[in-house]
């Protein structure tokens, strides 16, 4: 580790501009979408996952990896268990959970943006019963 940082795993598979996938799609180590996703696109695997969504990329389902990158849109949740970086021209309609947050000027989210630990170690809350009988 040189400064604290993981190595990042291989990008090996590319979803070409011009292209578009339906159905769900499942990545080892690291995917690079230019295209178009109809469904979801989750990270298989223990080991450490990127996703990167360019500029000029859609995803129309659930993303969930390690370390994501957005640069594109996504209409659906995004969940990483690492870093989220959102470039300037991320776009997101839908919640988002995330271990650590880049987000740069100009990124937009249309849902709930919530660090992963404070839903998981959120404890549950139980309300006090009304005087109603």
Known sequence: MLFGKKKQPPIRSLI???NIVSGE????????????VHG???ADGEGPSLLVISENARVMGKVNAGH?????QVHG?????E???LQPKARIVGDVRYEALEMHQGATID????PRSAVEDKPT?????????
């Open 16 to 18: 070409g501009e011009g």
């Open 111 to 114: 849902g709930e943006l919530r």
């Open 83 to 85: 870093l989220l970086e």
């Open 40 to 42: 979801d696109v989750v």
């Open 68 to 72: 994501v990158i957005i640069n594109g």
């Open 77 to 81: 949740p995004v969940h990483s268990s």
């Open 25 to 36: 799609l499942r990545f080892k180590d690291g995917l690079r979408i230019d295209g178009e």
């Open 125 to 133: 809350l139980k309300l006090a019963a009304s005087n109603e009988v």
